[in-house]
């Protein structure tokens, strides 16, 4: 499980003693900045904090959070990971763990703007796809993959400001985590591909970057929804307190920002991105039989120019 290597990471890089084959590792003379992640005893609670909410507990700019089972971790100012795993746990979970919420926490804390979305390019930019668990966002990233585009990101899109304040976004985890069935929708063997989390027919397909690790302008972002009775399929644009609130409520691991003080840090990312880009609802009728036509009605949208 140990080894200490430098890996990619949205605008920083790992500097981790936990060998991460979900990343991909970093060129040499790589002038972001480093983050540390390093194996060492966390504490079962942080003094002087309060209770855990949300699975956290905070004092001042640390952050601890406790999977059960599996680990505790501990962010501090978005500068280092501390990673205590159970023992005789899932070195495959710790990993999962220490690649999602911990790093949600870890974007947080460094200003960063983590959507829960996956987002492919297309025109040089990125549109991210967002919903709730089992909307079909890493799915249809597989279909764009499977027809050509590159995919940034997977499940999470972090995004940042230029100097001028345009949202730029970050080429993400190198790998679509898919269901079984999917996958093999797909063409993959998931005999042959890593288990995503232990003891779920999901599984990592490898992916080839976008961008050749570089961010690109942000474009569009959105929100899956299923159709209901006979309702027609169709993609909307969100305006005023409607995108903002799609926009909030899919950020990444939302809910520590209250304990973690960084709620109106978040309004004002939230509200500089409606600010620049498009915020819409795409409602789609659901089912393998149908997805193939669903997505390329969305690819039509996302190739129209605003």
Request: aromatic fraction near 8%.
């Amino acid at each position: 499980m140990t080894g200490t290597a430098l890996y990619s990471c949205f605008d920083f890089c790992l500097q981790s003693e936990i060998a991460l084959a979900e990343l991909t590792p970093a060129v040499e003379g790589d002038p972001r900045p480093v983050v540390h992640v390093r194996l060492g005893a966390v504490p079962e609670a942080l003094s002087d904090a309060g209770p855990f909410r949300f699975g956290i507990q905070t004092s001042g700019d640390d952050v601890l959070l406790n999977v059960a089972g599996n680990a505790r971790y501990l962010v501090r100012q978005g500068q280092e990971i501390v990673v205590d795993p159970v023992p005789g746990g899932s070195e495959r979970n710790v990993r999962l763990f220490l690649l999602g919420s911990a790093l949600g926490i870890l974007c947080h804390q460094r200003g960063l703007l983590p959507l829960h979305a996956n987002a492919v390019v297309a025109n040089g930019a990125a549109y991210a796809f967002s919903g709730h668990s089992g909307a079909g966002k890493s799915t249809l990233a597989a279909h764009f993959s499977h027809k050509g585009y590159g995919v940034l990101c997977d499940d999470v899109c972090v995004v940042s400001f230029d100097e001028a304040g345009a949202p730029i976004a970050w080429p993400g985890l190198p790998r679509l985590k898919l269901w079984g069935d999917a996958a093999l929708v797909f063409g993959h063997d998931s005999a042959k591909l890593d288990r995503a989390i232990e003891g779920l027919d999901k599984y990592h397909v490898p992916l080839t970057l976008a961008g050749s690790l570089q961010p690109v302008p942000f474009r569009r972002l959105y929100i899956l929804a299923r159709t209901e009775n006979d309702e027609a399929a169709a993609v909307s644009r969100l305006r005023g307190q409607r995108a903002m609130a799609a926009i909030m409520e899919h950020t990444y691991r939302a809910s520590y920002l209250g304990p973690m003080g960084l709620a109106s840090q978040n309004f004002r990312q939230c509200a500089a991105l409606l600010n620049r880009i498009g915020v819409y609802e795409a409602r789609r009728d659901w089912g393998y039989e149908v997805f193939e036509r669903e997505a390329d009605l969305l690819e039509q949208h996302i190739l129209d120019v605003d």
